[in-house]
């Protein structure tokens, strides 16, 4: 049996208050007070796709940010590929390709070619090699036509499915998403999930960590779903297990039972 | 090492490729450079006193004497300036966070967003001097290249340590280069850039020749405009790298603290 892809063992992230005026001086030095993270354990397999749910605030960009390198757990240990994140971030970072679920992030005075290549080279990948994959896969991604135009004059929309194929330019073993559909339109949505599903996880290679708001994103891409509240790892099985366990009859449904929130339904929405 | 270097030159790429984007900020630069050098040989003209040629380092008009602190003084800004601006400006375009997930360690990504304003600063100093020399007669045939080359380099190495903990300052406390501030604040009065430190008050004078920047300014008026040698330029050379050899690795060490703490604070990106 292979490792897992990720391991996060009693994972805590706490944040110091934001302090403003001349006490912002001190923000550096300042105690974390605010948890975002308690005590998560969770594994996720080699090949396997996990969704973050959670209501805004949840936790779940902190998690992929920390798994990310980008921030360092307060306590517990995560680890990813084999590779501990506090101890060996450079080499956590040669298996991730992460994508931030922002429409920013790139040079807008240079085309989306040039922007790919320069953070392809970055990525230590050969000009060649780079040069295919980006081919290749901005012709899937409907992204041929616009590639030599600066970004600047790219749609948000456009500047997201670049940011996507930057994740995954290096083809890494581990995708970390935050919200990979959140600018797109519907049919782009619906494509770049199908491109997910049948050519990067299909092979087992990939695993993917990905958080979502979008119920349909997860029930066709989720093999396991971690529910988040305040930090705290609520449930982690099966979208139909968890449906199961609370007798749900939607993942939406079992999120709101499990999370103890009220879920208006159309009709009451429309009555209202 | 070669991948290290490989790393920086792919930010050099990256901004030449954008700087050539924009076509008019180097007409525009090459024009005020004109007025910029015209107004340094106005100003000379007009207060040319045998007072102030008594007072000036034997052989220099006033004209040489302060535009040559200028240059040296674009530079010394240069190299306090630049690595707190590429981390302002990759944090302010969003750039940063896909620049930290990638392989290069954040050192190299400082090192290397460095390396095309200090290009673009000597080529603006090479056209200031080269107006200077074609209209106003500044005596660039007395210079003595490789000393002001390694004068320029040394400047830089001494400084940039500077440039680095503003750079650690930013990170943390999100605005403001207070190294750049002290230094240009301090140097503007005691380095010598446009009068020289012998006409200031005794405490003063104290305060200059604790000044690193005021013996890296003689060394550079040596080179450009006396010719002087690297040999004779030792004692202000081996100073500078002195400087260098204690600042570079100290601010390192307080960068590499700051980022890690900017990572636990989770302020790491935030404006």
Redesign the interface.
């Known amino acids: 049996m292979s490792d897992p892809a990720i391991i996060l063992d009693s994972l805590e992230?706490w944040?110091?208050p934001a302090l403003s005026g001349w006490r912002?001086?001190v923000?550096?030095f300042?105690q974390?007070t605010a948890p975002?993270l308690r005590g998560i354990t969770l594994e996720v397999k080699q090949g396997e796709a996990v969704a973050l749910l959670g209501v805004n605030g949840a936790g779940k960009t902190?998690l992929l940010r920390i798994l990310?390198?980008?921030?360092?757990p307060?306590r517990g240990n995560a680890s990813l590929a084999g590779h501990d994140i506090e101890r060996e971030p450079?080499a956590v970072?040669?298996q991730?390709g992460?994508h931030?679920g922002?429409d920013?992030?790139?040079?807008?005075?240079?085309s989306g070619r040039?922007n790919l290549r320069?953070?392809g080279?970055?990525?230590?990948l050969s000009d060649d090699f780079s040069a295919g994959r980006i081919e290749s896969l901005s012709e899937r991604f409907g992204l041929s036509r616009v590639l030599d135009r600066?970004v600047r004059a790219l749609s948000s929309g456009t500047i997201q499915r670049l940011?996507l194929l930057?994740a995954l330019l290096h083809q890494p073993k581990v995708l970390l998403m935050d919200e990979p559909t959140r600018s797109l339109d519907a049919i782009a949505a619906a494509d770049f999930r199908h491109f997910l599903k049948t050519e990067v996880l299909a092979g087992n290679a990939t695993s993917m960590l990905f958080a979502s708001h979008t119920m349909q994103e997860i029930e066709l891409l989720a093999d396991r779903v971690a529910i988040l509240d305040e930090g705290q790892l609520l449930a982690f099985d099966t979208p139909t297990a968890l449906r199961a366990r609370t007798l749900a009859s939607s993942l939406e449904e079992a999120f709101a039972r499990l999370t103890g929130r009220r879920l208006y339904s159309a009709a009451e929405s429309k009555s209202e | 090492m070669m991948r290290i270097l490989r790393d920086i030159f792919l930010f050099f790429q990256r901004d030449l490729r954008i700087a050539s984007t924009y076509r008019s900020p180097f007409i525009l630069e090459a024009v005020e450079a004109l007025f910029g050098a015209a107004m340094f040989y106005y100003v000379a003209r007009f207060v040319d006193s045998p007072a102030l040629r008594e007072a000036l380092p034997q052989g220099k008009s006033y004209f040489a004497y302060s535009l040559a602190g200028f240059v040296f003084f674009d530079y010394l800004n240069a190299a306090l300036d630049t690595f707190d601006r590429s981390l302002q400006d990759a944090r302010d375009a969003g750039t940063l966070e896909p620049l930290l997930v990638t392989q290069v360690s954040l050192p190299v990504i400082l090192i290397g967003s460095a390396f095309y304003p200090f290009a673009a600063t000597t080529l603006r100093i090479a056209v200031y001097l080269g107006w200077a020399a074609i209209l106003f007669d500044f005596p660039l045939h007395a210079a003595n290249w490789l000393a002001v080359f390694v004068v320029l380099l040394s400047t830089l190495l001494a400084f940039s340590g500077l440039g680095v903990l503003s750079a650690a300052y930013l990170l943390l406390f999100k605005r403001g280069n207070p190294a750049k501030w002290f230094i240009l604040g301090v140097s503007s009065v005691t380095g010598g850039m446009i009068f020289p430190v012998s006409i200031l008050p005794p405490w003063l004078q104290i305060v200059a020749r604790l000044n690193p920047v005021t013996y890296a300014m003689d060394a550079m008026r040596g080179a450009l405009l006396d010719g002087a040698g690297i040999f004779s330029l030792a004692h202000p050379l081996l100073l500078l790298l002195a400087f260098a050899a204690v600042l570079l690795p100290s601010s390192v060490l307080v960068f590499s603290w700051s980022l890690r703490r900017t990572k636990i604070t989770g302020t790491l990106t935030h404006r």
Do not use: E, M, V
């Open positions: 992230k944040f110091p912002a001086y923000q550096p300042a974390p975002a902190t990310a390198t980008l921030l360092l307060t450079a970072r040669r991730i992460y931030a922002s920013l992030g790139f040079y807008a005075r240079l040039q320069f953070f080279r970055l990525n230590h600066q940011s930057r």
